[in-house]
């Protein structure tokens, strides 16, 4: 299936629909295809980078680090990424674009975008003299700025509110016009999170591959014990844990002679949690920066989800498309967030933290139907169509020795021509049926012929 290539141009400022990654991204990958996508026909994705990773113009996330349908609180403290808003942005003492600046690039432009706001500067809802800094000498984009003035001030631009309105900047640290700060971004976010709800469904619906074992290794983890431990097999892993296991777990260590997260094995965590959640998260095997951009943390709630004050380090993407995010703690987020909403830190005093450029790199493969788009070309708006496929999957629970890859399930019928159908996965049609009548006919001559003689 090829995918949907597709930029802004000044002549076509229109959204980007997504679709899915394609084939050629596919072969070129470094990670092996999940076994499970074979077995159900289905194509791996990146569900942060849905289209084409490799291509920030084409990928309708622009390989941005921090994506919000929504409205953001933006207080303290920074993103080490670039960063895209739907809504209006709120803040008091952040920056953006520290360390990363991205790659995206609008048409026509000489620099990359490091903010992206599809509604306005808030600067009646932020505290007074709040700042909200453009870093790295990246451009922002605002879809409204009706309410703000842009001013050019020697080699810093400064987006202000009207006279006498109220108080704060964002600072953006290189010269960019007027026009350029109120041009248009690129971002689709309707259709971006569209796509995001559907992966986060289907990813969600994955079964179980792993189980946790006790702090030895040895046998399973018994859901109450504050140490645990894990070990993965090579390519694509689930575990799925509930807000209760999460509460009970401090720890978890490396399991000796299994996998830990990597470019041979990648992690997706499926958290059963619905309604408002605040996150008990635990000290795990995994830290580090490289291992953070194969950890998924997946969440279908519709919710708010907060990380309280004096809450560890999240090592991994938060992916809750659907959910708020509050972030009260002063820890790190290493990876993508991906949010209906965010509040980093609050108006007062508390500080949020900072979120590290550790980008999910992993093609996963969704377990249930996914959207299938037409193919569609640059100069024509993109399209899409719906395809149901059948999908199915094995939940392998890991004992203390590896298990092998499981093969595809069977019926466990009684026998006959159902059961023969369900075994061989061919479809019932006249011309089936007949031959199979044929055959017992002949079964049938045969055992009198035998009778006889």
């Not at 008990?280 to 989800?305: A, E, Y």
Request: overall charge negative; aromatic content about 6%.
């Amino acid at each position: 299936m090829s995918s949907l290539v597709a930029r802004v141009s000044a002549a076509s400022p229109a959204p980007i629909l997504p679709t899915v990654v394609s084939s050629a991204i596919i072969a070129a990958s470094v990670h092996d295809v999940p076994a499970a996508c074979a077995a159900q026909a289905a194509t791996p994705v990146n569900p942060v980078q849905p289209v084409n990773p490799a291509d920030a113009a084409a990928d309708p996330s622009h390989g941005f680090l921090v994506l919000v349908e929504g409205d953001a609180g933006l207080y303290q403290n920074e993103t080490e990424g670039p960063v895209a808003i739907g809504g209006d942005v709120r803040f008091r003492n952040y920056r953006v674009g520290l360390n990363n600046a991205g790659t995206y690039v609008i048409p026509g432009e000489s620099r990359p975008v490091g903010l992206v706001v599809g509604g306005a500067p808030d600067f009646a809802g932020s505290p007074a003299g709040g700042t909200l800094s453009v870093l790295n000498n990246t451009y922002a984009k605002f879809g409204d700025l009706s309410g703000a003035t842009v001013l050019p001030s020697g080699g810093v631009t400064l987006v202000t509110p009207a006279a006498g309105t109220a108080s704060g900047q964002v600072s953006i640290q290189t010269n960019q016009s007027g026009p350029s700060v109120g041009g248009p971004s690129g971002f689709d976010f309707a259709g971006l999170f569209s796509t995001y709800r559907s992966l986060n469904a289907a990813i969600a619906a994955c079964p179980g591959t792993l189980q946790l074992t006790d702090q030895n290794g040895q046998n399973p983890w018994n859901g109450t014990d504050p140490v645990a431990t894990i070990g993965l097999q090579r390519g694509q892993n689930v575990l799925t844990l509930t807000p209760a296991q999460l509460s009970a777990l401090q720890s978890v260590n490396p399991r000796n002679g299994f996998l830990q997260p990597g470019d041979a094995a990648w992690l997706i965590i499926n958290v059963e949690v619905g309604g408002d959640y605040t996150w008990s998260v635990p000290q795990v095997s995994w830290q580090g920066n490289t291992p953070s951009r194969h950890v998924l943390w997946n969440f279908t709630t519709t919710g708010t989800i907060t990380l309280p004050a004096g809450s560890p380090t999240v090592w991994g993407t938060i992916y809750a498309p659907n959910a708020a995010l509050v972030d009260s703690s002063s820890s790190n987020i290493e990876g993508n967030v991906v949010v209906r909403t965010l509040t980093e830190g609050d108006p007062g005093t508390v500080d949020g933290g900072e979120i590290h450029y550790a980008p999910f790199a992993d093609l996963v493969c969704p377990c249930a139907d996914q959207p299938t788009p037409t193919t569609t070309t640059t100069t024509t708006p993109a399209t899409t169509t719906t395809a149901s496929t059948s999908a199915t999957s094995t939940t392998v629970v890991h004992s203390t020795t590896p298990l092998p890859t499981t093969g595809p399930a069977t019926s466990s019928g009684s026998g006959g021509a159902d059961s023969l159908m369900a075994v061989t996965g061919a479809p019932v049609t006249p011309m089936s049926v007949l031959a199979l009548l044929l055959v017992a006919s002949g079964a049938v001559l045969v055992a009198r012929h035998r009778r006889r003689s």
